[in-house]
């Protein structure tokens, strides 16, 4: 996104963004889910000291409270924020703007790593290619094993200046490929854009937004960090061309009590997943989908997933994309407990009528839920991933993932079945499907079952016996 703004201009009142409040329907940023539990690293990428501090210093001074590790990149020294300033030199400027985000950072975060790259200020994208190698090193350096741990914010490339755009767009290519979760923040947006420009059939989707709240602390670090920037924050003479850059029209907007962050179309991780809206109208238009009901192929394979059981009965089931519930059913004859879960309402609805038609399914039970972000509570013994994880993209499918693990009971099992032949429609294939979950630590092999049409693996916690093994055969 290219946009003329000057930062001299009032821009749009902070007053009016809060009478607006286009960020209260989005989706909250939940910290003791997101952060606490699943992240070990924080990486804030910015363009320019005080963007981190502007845009992120909240959750910075979040994740610090909670003892995540905090590394922010810095792409060019900000030395060009002045370029008719009579008092100071771009040498001298750059200097000073490093040590005021050193600074800032240890008001954040104390003892977090900052590293600054120097590249020329407002020359990102002529750079981009040393920008690239040296955030992907950067980046690297800090990934952890599991890369969903790892959380890569930077700001966001519709924000109207070039340098942001670029960086942006170096982010979210690099989260995609490494798998890790990435969101952007915006800055100039709140000076240049206006809140009628925001939300659902606008140029601006607000559903793409995630909000943080601020807690007390974190607010008051953040405060304490804005006025850490003075060459940004404050004149730097009287003279015509040290005037503040960011002046109090502008800083009122990172004086609130959330950030706001956008979270890219993919969601960090390529191809984005599909959504819910696709399957609804799949089924509106078949009234057996995918031949489950019709097709013998569909019945064998059933078959050969309720054989692959390593138990006679389990306590509690985890359904993942129950459909219309023609696993659902026969999972139901061999457990205590059933959990299946869909996002299609006309799927559950279908799943319902088989369930009533069955009888005798009282233990079973069929909930709406968009996976893997609105992933349920508790521990079950069996989980079933039957064609569904090839609907991810590559970020989701991680996450679905290590939830699943984190899910699993300590003797639990999972069984995942996928179609091997590749739809254009999908943005993954049983093969990286079944990858990753052969890669989850932790986790092994105890059964595969593999055809030209589909995979059928069995996965175990590493100290789980055979079935021979668990019935005193061997």
Same mark, same amino acid.
């Given at each position: 996104?290219?946009?003329?703004?000057?930062?001299?201009?009032?821009?749009?009142?902070?007053?009016?963004?809060?009478?607006?409040?286009?960020?209260?329907?989005?989706?909250?940023?939940?910290?003791?889910?997101?952060?606490?539990?699943?992240?070990?690293?924080?990486?804030?990428?910015?363009?320019?000291?005080?963007?981190?501090?502007?845009?992120?210093?909240?959750?910075?001074?979040?994740?610090?409270?909670?003892?995540?590790?905090?590394?922010?990149?810095?792409?060019?020294?900000?030395?060009?924020?002045?370029?008719?300033?009579?008092?100071?030199?771009?040498?001298?400027?750059?200097?000073?703007?490093?040590?005021?985000?050193?600074?800032?950072?240890?008001?954040?975060?104390?003892?977090?790593?900052?590293?600054?790259?120097?590249?020329?200020?407002?020359?990102?994208?002529?750079?981009?290619?040393?920008?690239?190698?040296?955030?992907?090193?950067?980046?690297?350096?800090?990934?952890?094993?599991?890369?969903?741990?790892?959380?890569?914010?930077?700001?966001?490339?519709?924000?109207?200046?070039?340098?942001?755009?670029?960086?942006?767009?170096?982010?979210?290519?690099?989260?995609?490929?490494?798998?890790?979760?990435?969101?952007?923040?915006?800055?100039?947006?709140?000076?240049?854009?206006?809140?009628?420009?925001?939300?659902?059939?606008?140029?601006?989707?607000?559903?793409?937004?995630?909000?943080?709240?601020?807690?007390?602390?974190?607010?008051?670090?953040?405060?304490?960090?804005?006025?850490?920037?003075?060459?940004?924050? !404050?004149? +730097?003479?009287?003279?015509?061309? *040290? &005037? #503040? /850059?960011?002046?109090?029209?502008? =800083?009122?907007?990172?004086?609130? $009590?959330?950030?706001?962050?956008?979270?890219?179309?993919?969601?960090?991780?390529?191809?984005?997943?599909?959504?819910?809206?696709?399957?609804?109208?799949?089924?509106?238009?078949?009234?057996?989908?995918?031949?489950?009901?019709?097709?013998?192929?569909?019945?064998?394979?059933?078959?050969?997933?309720?054989?692959?059981?390593?138990?006679?009965?389990?306590?509690?089931?985890?359904?993942?994309?129950?459909?219309?519930?023609?696993?659902?059913?026969?999972?139901?004859?061999?457990?205590? !407990?059933? +959990?299946?879960?869909?996002?299609? *309402? &006309? #799927? /559950?609805?279908?799943?319902?009528? =088989?369930?009533?038609?069955?009888? $005798?399914?009282?233990?079973?039970?069929?909930?709406?839920?968009?996976?893997?972000?609105?992933?349920?509570?508790?521990?079950?013994?069996?989980?079933?991933?039957?064609?569904?994880?090839?609907?991810?993209?590559?970020?989701?499918?991680?996450?679905?993932?290590?939830?699943?693990?984190?899910?699993?009971?300590?003797?639990?099992?999972?069984?995942?079945?996928?179609?091997?032949?590749?739809?254009?429609?999908?943005?993954?294939?049983?093969?990286?499907?079944?990858?990753?979950?052969?890669?989850?630590?932790?986790?092994?092999?105890?059964?595969?079952?593999?055809?030209?049409?589909?995979?059928?693996?069995?996965?175990?916690?590493?100290?789980?016996?055979?079935?021979?093994?668990?019935?005193?055969?061997?």
């Amino acid at each position: 996104m290219s946009v003329a703004f000057d930062h001299r201009e009032p821009g749009t009142p902070e007053s009016e963004w809060q009478r607006a409040r286009p960020w209260a329907t989005a989706r909250p940023l939940d910290l003791d889910v997101d952060i606490d539990i699943d992240i070990d690293v924080l990486i804030v990428l910015a363009a320019h000291p005080d963007d981190e501090t502007l845009g992120a210093g909240g959750l910075i001074a979040t994740a610090a409270l909670r003892g995540i590790r905090v590394v922010v990149v810095v792409a060019t020294d900000g030395d060009a924020s002045h370029p008719d300033s009579p008092t100071w030199p771009r040498q001298a400027l750059a200097r000073e703007r490093r040590v005021e985000l050193t600074r800032a950072i240890d008001l954040l975060a104390p003892g977090s790593a900052l590293r600054f790259l120097g590249l020329p200020d407002g020359q990102l994208r002529e750079h981009r290619k040393r920008l690239t190698r040296q955030v992907r090193s950067a980046i690297l350096e800090e990934t952890t094993e599991d890369p969903l741990r790892t959380l890569v914010v930077a700001p966001w490339r519709g924000d109207g200046h070039r340098d942001h755009r670029v960086l942006g767009e170096v982010a979210e290519e690099f989260s995609a490929e490494l798998g890790h979760r990435a969101l952007g923040y915006p800055i100039w947006f709140w000076h240049w854009a206006h809140p009628s420009d925001t939300g659902i059939g606008t140029g601006i989707a607000t559903e793409s937004w995630t909000v943080l709240t601020l807690g007390r602390t974190a607010h008051a670090a953040k405060r304490r960090a804005l006025t850490a920037h003075a060459t940004q924050v !404050r004149p +730097l003479s009287s003279a015509p061309g *040290d &005037e #503040a /850059l960011i002046h109090e029209g502008m =800083r009122a907007h990172f004086e609130r $009590d959330v950030e706001v962050f956008v979270v890219p179309a993919s969601g960090g991780g390529g191809a984005e997943s599909l959504a819910p809206s696709f399957f609804e109208d799949f089924y509106a238009r078949h009234d057996d989908p995918w031949g489950f009901d019709t097709r013998w192929y569909e019945e064998r394979k059933r078959a050969l997933m309720m054989a692959v059981l390593p138990r006679a009965h389990f306590r509690d089931v985890l359904e993942l994309g129950c459909a219309t519930g023609a696993l659902t059913v026969e999972l139901a004859t061999r457990a205590d !407990r059933v +959990l299946g879960l869909d996002a299609s *309402d &006309e #799927a /559950l609805a279908r799943a319902h009528e =088989r369930l009533e038609r069955q009888g $005798d399914a009282e233990h079973v039970t069929l909930e709406r839920a968009t996976l893997p972000s609105e992933w349920p509570e508790g521990e079950f013994e069996l989980i079933v991933m039957s064609e569904i994880g090839y609907y991810w993209s590559r970020s989701d499918l991680l996450d679905a993932a290590r939830r699943t693990v984190a899910s699993l009971s300590s003797d639990g099992v999972l069984v995942a079945c996928h179609w091997r032949h590749a739809v254009a429609e999908y943005p993954g294939t049983a093969d990286d499907v079944h990858a990753a979950l052969r890669d989850l630590p932790g986790l092994r092999l105890l059964a595969r079952h593999e055809e030209e049409d589909f995979f059928l693996d069995v996965l175990v916690h590493s100290g789980t016996p055979s079935v021979a093994r668990a019935a005193g055969l061997v």
